[in-house]
């Protein structure tokens, strides 16, 4: 068994710098900047198919947009339009709103335009907002393999990314407690007694628990071993960002971890590869705090007590 493992490293540290580079490849592809051409053949394909309900200027005031019960977007709008990525607004234009949880009176348009033609209008689209959109404003999504499904599709790449609102104004009890806590449905309501409250489905489920007086049974991604004591509040105020522990949760569509530990880094460390901890795991949890002890003085304890008690 050893040596089968050790006769595959050679091969393991070959794969992996080739995949680098492609994957540095595609990045760049991603990034660069969308040609003049583009722009005008995108605006073009606009005007055909997109200018009756988000108007020509691109502000949602088309000549059907009176009668959606959620207006147009505003696609000139770059605070909300620059933090998404191609891959959103393409999925938006060819497969209908609802793809991306949003309000089904954005139609799939996957009939009437091909690949190419979709990225011609999303780079018209990049040239309309305001303030400007810079490569590097929108990062890729992040998608993780697993990630379960949950009763409502609540996109945190829409509320955190594009609205950029803050994790503690939904986990307002991260911050004075062991735990978390998941937003009420009340919370929820703040906003969606009127944002998507007469044509979007996911929002009328929401609406249903509301009625009912019931909470919404979310799907638990995150969880440490019953013997461990994690608590979040001092890790808050410490300043550790929550995309520390739980990933780039702005990014993703639907919430989803690879935590905890796994036979084959068991194994890998059984044949001496030494991989780096999983996260959540105890030696990922130890290696951050001496790493933050040493960078910032922190006094994060590295007792056993302190999570085993």
């Known amino acids: 068994m050893l040596r089968r493992w050790r006769s595959w490293r050679p091969a393991g540290f070959l794969v992996v710098p080739a995949l680098s580079a492609l994957v540095g490849w595609a990045l760049a592809e991603a990034a660069a900047p969308a040609s003049d051409r583009e722009v005008a053949a995108g605006r073009a394909l606009y005007v055909t198919l997109c200018v009756v309900c988000h108007g020509e200027s691109g502000r949602g005031d088309g000549a059907s947009a009176a009668g959606f019960a959620t207006k147009p977007s505003d696609l000139t709008d770059g605070r909300l339009m620059n933090p998404l990525p191609d ?171 690879d935590t905890g530990p796994a036979l084959s880094n068991d194994l890998m460390h059984l044949v001496g590869l030494n991989p780096p901890s999983r996260p959540l795991t105890m030696g990922w949890c130890v290696d951050c705090h001496r790493a933050e002890n040493a960078r910032r003085g922190t006094k994060a304890p590295l007792d056993c007590i302190a999570c085993h008690h």
């Open 87 to 257: 891959e959103f607004l393409v999925n938006v234009i060819r497969s209908g709103g609802p793809a991306e949880g949003l309000s089904p009176g954005m139609p799939p348009f996957a009939a009437y335009l091909g690949p190419a033609e979709t990225r011609q209008v999303v780079a018209y689209l990049r040239s309309i907002a305001r303030p400007p959109f810079r490569p590097g404003m929108a990062k890729p999504i992040v998608a993780v393999p697993g990630a379960p499904a949950q009763p409502v599709f609540f996109s945190h790449l829409i509320h955190a990314g594009s609205f950029q609102i803050g994790c503690q104004y939904c986990h307002a009890d991260a911050r004075r407690s062991d735990y978390a806590g998941l937003p009420s449905v009340e919370r929820c309501m703040g906003c969606h007694k009127i944002v998507g409250a007469q044509d979007n489905p996911e929002v009328l489920k929401l609406h249903d628990y509301w009625r009912r007086g019931a909470s919404i049974p979310w799907v638990r991604v995150f969880k440490v071993p019953e013997f461990t004591y994690f608590p979040h509040k001092p890790h808050v105020r410490a300043g550790v960002e929550c995309q520390t522990c739980h990933g780039p949760i702005e990014r993703m569509r639907v919430v989803g971890a």
